[in-house]
């Protein structure tokens, strides 16, 4: 299976990543004591990593190319996935959601409120996930500046309250509605432009926002934010910190659902499909008779919404914000979410989002690490497998011949 | 007027830098109508391999001409190698899949690189020692232009004017001017598109190490996180004055540096940012293909 060539070509591969780290990997200086630290075992590690990667990925192209090469002369049979199996087979897929719908309604009476906060965590990325998912996934439009929008409903709420003592139910829909004007705000100038300068105006857009939180003091009390926002009420009950969290959980959870059910429905109906068009061709799709600005707005509000009441969530949560929070980074994360799960894919997403939130929390070791793997992970899957996890099963209609 | 004319100084030094960056994107946009995300972390690690090398080389005793050659090499080299590698994997495979993958891939790369370096080297601002002291003849003037404004005014001219003689008047020049208008064409001419791919991205990693060198020198300080914001910034700059158009880079960098200079000078420099990337989408809306780039029309 590996050839010598493939070893020679290997070694050779390694020497160049030798070369390449060798000024960042190996030495590392103090300027002012002008000391140098030889790092040479970091040059070991990278020899044998690369050469590792190498032939690993040798391997597997030609075992994908001899597949093909099988199905092509009929040898084999082309498999059907075992992901479509799993997602199309009532008998499999209703025991595993009941089981995890169990798990998850169980979770905090099993587990310690460390764990739930981080598992409400986690739910707010799946839903902020989705949210992203209809726009980039399911539109096909990049947006850089998701987090712009989590910023808006996060601080609708502290501002809100702390000006005209808004509660958490009141705000929960303001702060997505006004997150959802501010995605058409930004939507309206970048319509006509293309996938890519819509990715950088994004962008520019989440910057500009933070920005601003950071440095008009008088509105937003500047980097040192706001804080002692309320939890959640329930109905006028006062909970504890252990309470609350626990609510907050069950919150999240319908939350979750109501994402679902709202993301599913949404996907097969008229302007879901319209925005399938969209992704796959802007000019036919025009050609079809869809209104593309509509479309395009419609896809950004609603995308902008979710993230929006996010953000209320996630203000309620650490009673506290400030827009150090509000990154680009954390765009970056919930892009990693979307391009990881599979685009378009609602269950993909979920899975994603649990997995690269979770992950680094209970491996704290290499929690250094996380930002670096995200970034890994956004180029591995454009490479190796774009439509992500799990794929998002295209519908398909057959015709049936009568006879 | 002492005020303004220093203002524009470093407007003009801040203009050729992004300058020198901008190149890298507009050169790769040209050829493969990618944003090359990663172009800001090349820059920074121009920045520190120029470090690294030119710190050992003090603590080992060379003399200040063989440091300078010295540093100036190992950075443009290994950004160039960076760059190079960066396209192979991220980019090259990912040829001929649709629009949205490759960005995404960049963008990936751009975290990537940036944490790379975090975790190889350190979080912290790392001081960056001025290369060349200060000229006897350039006193006089001090309190406008400083000897390194004015060092990095003439390198950015000197590399300008050779990068437009290798594209002008050299085979490889006409080889990605070919590339550039049709990559089809290009192949049936016998043009190995590839290669061509391949210079461009080394030529635009080496002027942005040379930007970053020099930048660095300048300011006196560097973290892993310059390229970031250094990078949107040339962006802004490359698409102001057209994407893809060498010229119109140039011209797009000095107006983004004398704005972002007279603005923080006059306005407020708490929102130094912000004017820039309100610059981008203003422009972005009112004239999408700049001021000197040639409107694009789709054709189906």
Redo the contacts between chains.
């Keep these: 299976m590996i050839s010598l060539t493939d070893i020679k070509k290997g070694l050779l591969v390694s020497l160049?990543f030798v070369?390449?780290?060798f000024?960042?990997?190996v030495?590392?200086?103090n300027?002012?004591d002008?000391v140098?630290l030889w790092r040479w075992s970091?040059m070991y590690w990278v020899a044998g990593g690369s050469f590792l990667c190498y032939l690993a990925m040798q391997i597997y192209k030609t075992r994908k190319l001899t597949r093909q090469e099988h199905i092509k002369q009929g040898l084999i049979k082309e498999k059907p996935k075992m992901q479509f199996k799993l997602l199309s087979d009532p008998k499999i897929y209703l025991p595993t959601l009941a089981v995890a719908g169990l798990f998850f309604l169980a979770f905090p009476l099993l587990f310690s409120t460390y764990q739930t906060n981080i598992m409400i965590t986690a739910l707010m990325y799946v839903v902020l996930g989705l949210g992203l998912n209809i726009v980039?996934g399911v539109a096909?439009l990049?947006d850089?500046g998701y987090v712009a929008f989590y910023a808006v409903g996060a601080y609708s709420y502290a501002l809100l309250h702390l000006h005209f003592g808004l509660g958490f139910w009141e705000v929960l829909p303001i702060g997505g509605l006004l997150a959802a004007s501010f995605g058409i705000l930004l939507g309206f100038?970048?319509l006509?432009?293309r996938?890519?300068?819509l990715?950088?105006?994004t962008?520019?857009?989440g910057?500009?926002i933070r920005?601003?939180l950071e440095?008009w003091n008088e509105f937003s009390h500047g980097p040192s934010g706001i804080s002692n926002i309320p939890r959640p009420g329930f109905f006028g009950i006062h909970l504890g910190l252990e309470q609350s969290i626990t609510y907050l959980y069950y919150l999240m959870i319908l939350m979750v659902i109501f994402t679902i059910f709202v993301v599913n429905r949404l996907q097969s109906s008229r302007i879901g499909r319209a925005w399938f068009a969209l992704r796959e061709d802007e000019?036919a799709c025009q050609a079809m008779g869809i209104d593309k600005t509509k479309t395009k707005l419609t896809a950004f509000a609603l995308g902008a919404f979710w993230a929006g009441m996010v953000g209320v969530i996630f203000a309620a949560k650490t009673t506290f914000v400030n827009p150090a929070s509000f990154t680009?980074?954390e765009s970056?994360i919930i892009?990693?979410i979307v391009?990881l799960g599979g685009m378009g894919s609602i269950i993909g997403v979920i899975i994603a989002a649990l997995i690269l939130i979770l992950l680094p929390e209970y491996l704290r070791a290499f929690s250094?690490?996380r930002?670096?793997v995200?970034?890994?992970?956004?180029?591995i899957m454009?490479?190796f497998r774009?439509q992500g996890i799990v794929a998002n099963i295209r519908r398909t209609y057959t015709v049936q011949k009568n006879d | 007027m002492d005020y303004f004319t220093e203002l524009f100084f470093s407007g003009l030094t801040r203009g050729s830098i992004y300058a020198l960056i901008a190149l890298g994107y507009t050169m790769v946009y040209g050829i493969i109508?990618?944003?090359n995300f990663a172009h800001g972390e090349i820059y920074m690690?121009g920045a520190?391999?120029a470090?690294?090398?030119s710190?050992?080389l003090?603590?080992y005793g060379f003399p200040l001409p063989a440091v300078i050659i010295l540093t100036v090499l190992?950075s443009t080299i290994?950004a160039a190698?960076?760059g190079f590698?960066v396209e192979k994997?991220?980019y090259q495979?990912?040829r001929n899949?649709?629009?949205?993958?490759?960005?995404?891939?960049a963008?990936?790369?751009?975290?990537?690189?940036?944490?790379?370096?975090l975790?190889?080297?350190?979080s912290d601002f790392?001081?960056?020692?001025a290369l060349i002291p200060d000229f006897k003849f350039m006193e006089p003037y001090a309190g406008v232009i400083g000897t390194s404004d004015m060092l990095i005014l003439v390198t950015t001219a000197v590399v300008m004017l050779l990068l437009t003689w290798l594209i002008k008047f050299t085979r490889t020049g006409k080889a990605m001017r070919a590339t550039a208008q049709d990559q089809k064409m290009a192949m049936l001419v016998g043009i190995n598109v590839d290669r061509v791919i391949s210079i461009t991205f080394i030529i635009g990693s080496a002027l942005a190490a040379i930007g970053g060198l020099l930048i660095a020198s300048h300011i006196g300080q560097i973290n892993f996180y310059i390229g970031?914001i250094a990078g949107?910034k040339a962006?802004?700059a490359a698409?102001l004055g057209g994407i893809g158009s060498v010229p119109g880079a140039v011209l797009g960098s000095f107006i983004l540096g004398l704005t972002e200079s007279f603005a923080t000078g006059y306005v407020s420099s708490?929102?130094e940012?912000?004017f820039a990337?309100?610059l981008?989408?203003l422009i972005?809306?009112f004239r999408?293909s700049g001021l000197l780039g040639k409107a694009s029309i789709?054709k189906?």
């Design positions: 160049w070369f390449l780290t000024p960042l990997m030495i590392k200086i300027p002012i002008k140098i970091n980039v096909g990049l850089l100038p970048v006509r432009l996938g890519d300068y990715a950088i105006v962008l520019g857009f910057e500009i920005l601003i440095n000019i680009f980074l970056a892009l990693c391009v250094d690490y930002m670096l995200f970034g890994a992970v956004l180029v454009m490479v774009p | 109508g990618l944003i690690i520190f391999t470090l690294i090398t710190t050992i003090n603590i190992a290994w190698a960076y590698t994997l991220a495979p990912l899949a649709p629009r949205l993958s490759p960005l995404i891939s963008i990936g790369m751009s975290i990537f690189l940036q944490n790379y370096v975790l190889a080297q350190t790392l001081p960056f020692p970031f949107i962006f802004t698409v708490d929102y940012d912000v990337f309100s981008l989408v972005l809306i999408p789709e189906v």
